[in-house]
């Protein structure tokens, strides 16, 4: 075989083995385009619906925690809710006539330990945050940009129960010597109660606005992922092929390589030793 020939078989190799490569790259990372090389606009492309999956997939994973945020809040106020309940009760207990004043002094007591329970509910955390002490706002960051939801003062002093000084605000003792001072507690509480219902309130809103994000977020993602799909994902079977394909090709091309330089080697040994011989002979002559 001529120079030209182990050239030619040369390339056929290096094909063999670029076709074999690039097989064995799509069949790794999935993608029709593992880099830009195999096409750079249709690479951008597709590294631009990525980018898009990742935000909105981020995006969707932060409003399911802030909503888990907010179950927490809201689960803490429904229990202050139940607390101002069972207080109204205890009042109107109260301004039975029948009760004595050892009654009314375990009364207060329930008061006392009612308010004492809002306070603990008012501490409520998540992830080290306190949620119900007025400091706390939830932000919930998205591709759309960012929502504020906050969060209000649903300790007993913030929801008007007590004092600066953390002194109930509601004295059974006072309430049960008249009927305005009962009215005046009974208000007090009505207040507390209509307070912690609207913080109730915006928070279940802001949670079935979630819901609705989080459903859109997940529409969106998978619509990415679709598309993404049809535009980048290897042909796994057929690239199995070209790559079974590619080896063959390869392998045929090898072989004539090492077939071409062995007869070349003869045919210059050959070449070499008709050489010698004729030097030889023309020394003897």
Not at 90 to 106: E, K
Request: proline share 1%; net charge negative.
């Amino acid at each position: 075989m001529s120079l030209s020939g182990i050239n030619s078989s040369l390339n056929q190799l290096n094909r063999a083995q670029s076709l074999q490569s690039q097989s064995i790259q799509r069949i790794a990372t999935g993608s029709k385009r593992p880099s830009a090389a195999y096409g750079a606009s249709d690479y951008a492309i597709a590294r631009k619906m990525q980018y898009n999956i990742g935000g909105v997939s981020q995006s969707n994973a932060n409003t399911q925690t802030a909503n888990s945020m907010l179950n927490v809040a809201g689960g803490a106020v429904s229990n202050t809710i139940s607390s101002l309940s069972s207080l109204k009760e205890t009042l109107i207990n109260a301004a039975n006539g029948t009760n004595g004043q050892t009654d009314i002094a375990a009364l207060q007591e329930t008061v006392n330990q009612t308010l004492s329970q809002i306070d603990t509910n008012a501490q409520a955390e998540y992830n080290g945050q306190k949620l119900l002490d007025g400091s706390q706002t939830v932000t919930v960051a998205g591709i759309d940009g960012y929502e504020n939801i906050a969060l209000g003062d649903m300790s007993a002093k913030g929801l008007g129960l007590t004092d600066a000084q953390g002194k109930s605000n509601i004295n059974l003792q006072e309430a049960n010597n008249s009927p305005e001072g009962l009215a005046n507690a009974i208000d007090t509480v009505d207040a507390a109660l209509n307070k912690a219902l609207d913080q109730a309130t915006d928070i279940g809103a802001a949670q079935q606005g979630m819901e609705y994000q989080s459903a859109n977020y997940t529409t969106m993602e998978e619509n990415l992922q679709n598309s993404l799909a049809v535009n980048d994902d290897a042909d796994i079977a057929a690239e199995s092929v070209n790559n079974a394909s590619a080896n063959v090709q390869s392998q045929m091309a090898l072989f004539a390589v090492k077939q071409g330089l062995q007869n070349f080697s003869q045919q210059m040994l050959g070449t070499l030793n008709n050489h010698s011989r004729g030097a030889a002979f023309n020394m003897l002559s």
